[in-house]
């Protein structure tokens, strides 16, 4: 009788896995501070062990792989044995490096929007696009909360939603987020699903004044958001994950607001 290979969850054939799939090169660990202590648990004994037994395997395999390891978590919380594994720690923490936030570092802003700029004018065929010189002072003045994902999904959304050849302050909602944008001490709190607040000026006295130059202009962030989703989704045919990407949303907080808009 002859035998037949088992294959998990109905899978036809065999994949392999991440760690694996690094072998003899880095593996990059992303947000390491979230990760389950039960996790921890099973990271730290495949790092001590330096094998793993991939899914439906019955042996386990050795591996060789530089790990590089990322967290926003400030390391006095990676320090407390109630949210993170020590040990775990100390085998991850060889050599640390600390990269400032971008706000910090004012002279790498346009270096990096001009690359993921460059990229994005390939991915959606619009190469020539570039940035305003206003929207470059803009961009240096504002105080990026969200650090370079933020600012590489501002980018991506205002090249999938732009119809000319230059980027202007109209394309992006970095005004939604700080009312002072010229202000470059301004301090802007981060909004944890990318879609900012307005801060309240409704208890100063003093009326709020008309822009200049924008009698006709609409700065209804209801509005705005309904407008931006809509182009989103009929940009991307209404695939809901490729346009929540692109919005900077997950898919359950973009089903949201169409629910919300009644899109």
């Known amino acids: 009788m002859g035998t037949k290979k088992a294959h998990l969850l109905g899978a036809m054939e065999d994949r392999v896995g991440r760690i694996l799939a690094a072998n003899g090169g880095t593996l990059f660990l992303d947000e390491i501070g979230n990760l389950p202590m039960h996790l921890q648990a099973k990271l730290l004994a495949v790092l001590a062990q330096r094998e793993v037994t991939p899914?439906?395997?019955?042996?386990?395999?050795?591996?060789?792989?530089?790990?590089?390891?990322a967290t926003?978590?400030?390391?006095?919380?990676?320090?407390?044995?109630r949210r993170f594994r020590q040990d775990l720690l100390f085998r991850l923490n060889t050599v640390?490096?600390?990269?400032?936030?971008?706000?910090?570092?004012?002279?790498?802003?346009?270096?990096?929007?001009?690359?993921?700029?460059?990229?994005?004018a390939r991915k959606y065929a619009k190469d020539g696009i570039r940035l305003s010189p206003s929207?470059?002072?803009?961009?240096?003045?504002?105080?990026?909360?969200g650090n370079i994902r933020e600012l590489k999904h501002?980018?991506?959304?205002?090249?999938?939603?732009?119809?000319?050849?230059?980027?202007?302050?109209?394309?992006?909602?970095?005004q939604a987020v700080s009312p002072h944008i010229n202000?470059?001490?301004?301090?802007?709190?981060?909004?944890?699903?990318?879609?900012?607040?307005?801060?309240?000026?409704?208890?100063t006295s003093t009326p709020p004044q008309q822009p200049a130059g924008g009698a006709g202009e609409q700065f209804n962030l209801e509005d705005i958001e309904k407008q931006t989703i809509s182009k989103a989704l009929k940009a991307y045919r209404y695939n809901i994950s490729h346009a929540a990407k692109a919005l900077g949303l997950t898919r359950a907080a973009l089903y949201r607001r169409m629910e919300k808009h009644g899109l």
């Not at 929207?135 to 909360?145: G, I, R, T, V």
């Open 72 to 81: 926003n978590m400030p390391l006095t919380q990676l320090r407390d044995e």
């Open 183 to 203: 202000t470059p001490s301004a301090h802007v709190a981060e909004a944890g699903n990318h879609t900012a607040d307005i801060m309240n000026d409704a208890a």
């Open 96 to 120: 640390e490096l600390n990269l400032p936030a971008l706000r910090q570092r004012q002279e790498d802003i346009l270096p990096i929007a001009n690359m993921y700029l460059a990229d994005y």
């Open 135 to 145: 929207l470059q002072d803009a961009f240096n003045a504002y105080s990026w909360p």
């Open 55 to 69: 899914v439906g395997a019955n042996k386990a395999t050795p591996f060789n792989v530089r790990i590089l390891a």
């Open 154 to 174: 501002a980018i991506e959304r205002a090249v999938i939603l732009c119809s000319g050849e230059e980027l202007s302050l109209d394309d992006f909602q970095l």
